[in-house]
Every structure is written in structure tokens, then in C-alpha cells.
């Protein structure tokens, strides 16, 4: 209970001096999850432009991009369908605490920690939604993770394995 109530005045110190709110929170997540990998794809771009080779050679050289790539370019499908169901996401409470508890635990296991840390404070802000006896969580909002989560696990799986050599 003492380290839920220390965790609780935590995020509330966080969030009251950032000034959040669940939609400024839900923005700034779907941003970073669209932003973060266009940064990492233009590095790769720099990086092919510097070493003067293509991006084969580049992948076979670093197996741990070639992973990240695809958790980037996962993180960029996320962003976009989170982005159209944002609607939905700020109205029903249930939805958004399973899609963000997952994506945060996901997340979590593929290194992202910004959004993890975002999402944790996605999490905390779903509590300014009303809870109705009728929410259901949304079936469409709930098939990205269907799609997603198996990749995002296959990811960590060949990260830790690549990590572990």
C-alpha cells in the first residue's frame, strides 16, 4: 500500500508539473511512436550515406538494426491506428487500460522506455474516464495488438538472443 500511495503522489508530481492531461498524454505518446522511428530510419540513412554501402550489407553486419528496423516500423503501425481510434481510446476506459497496459509491457520488453514512460502515464491518466457497466473493449482498436504483439515478441525473443551471443 506505502509504495502504491508513494508511486500515485509520484505520477501525480509529474503530471501536475508537466501540465498533462489524458488527451495531451495520448498525443504525445501516438507523436513519439510516429517520430521516434523517422529519427531512427534517417540515422540509418546517414549511416548507409557515411559507410557508402547498401542497406543488405548494413542489416548483415548488424543484426540488432535489422530488429529494431522492424520494431520501428511496428511502432510507426501502432502510432497510425492509435492515431484513428483516438476517439475511442478517450471514451471507454476499459480499452484504453488493455491496449496501453499491453503496449507498455510490450514496449517495456523491446527497450522502447519513452514509451514506456509515456504509456505508464497514459495508464495513470485513464482514471479521469468514467467507468459505465456497459464498456466493452473495441474489437478493432483490440486487433492491432492481435497483429502486433506476436512481432514485437518475435523481436525481443531475437534481441535477447543476438544480445545473449
Known amino acids: 500500500m506505502v509504495a502504491k500511495n508513494g508511486l500515485s503522489r509520484f505520477f501525480n508530481k509529474v503530471i501536475t508539473g508537466l501540465h498533462y492531461d489524458l488527451k495531451k498524454a495520448l498525443n504525445i ?6 517520430i521516434v522511428p523517422i529519427a531512427y530510419f534517417a540515422y540509418i540513412a546517414l549511416a548507409l550515406t557515411m559507410n557508402s554501402t ?11 538494426t535489422t530488429v529494431m528496423f522492424i520494431v520501428s516500423l511496428m511502432d510507426l503501425i501502432v ?7 483516438k476517439k475511442v481510446l478517450l471514451s471507454n476506459r476499459l480499452t484504453l487500460v ?8 510490450i514496449q517495456l520488453l523491446v527497450g522502447n ?12 491518466l485513464s482514471k479521469s474516464i468514467e467507468i459505465s457497466t456497459k464498456q466493452h473493449v473495441d474489437r478493432q482498436s483490440l486487433a492491432v495488438l492481435v497483429c502486433s504483439v506476436p512481432i514485437y515478441l518475435i523481436c525481443t525473443w531475437l534481441l535477447l538472443t543476438i544480445g545473449l551471443k
Not at 502510432?79 to 481510434?85: E, H, K, S, T
Not at 488493455?98 to 509491457?105: Q, R, Y
Open 29 to 34: 505518446y501516438i507523436t513519439v511512436l510516429m
Open 113 to 124: 522506455m519513452i514509451s514506456v514512460i509515456l504509456g505508464l502515464i497514459v495508464l495513470y
Open 54 to 64: 547498401g542497406l543488405e550489407v548494413y542489416f548483415k553486419k548488424s543484426p540488432i
Open 98 to 105: 488493455v491496449i496501453f497496459g499491453i503496449l507498455t509491457i
Open 79 to 85: 502510432a497510425y491506428v492509435l492515431a484513428f481510434r
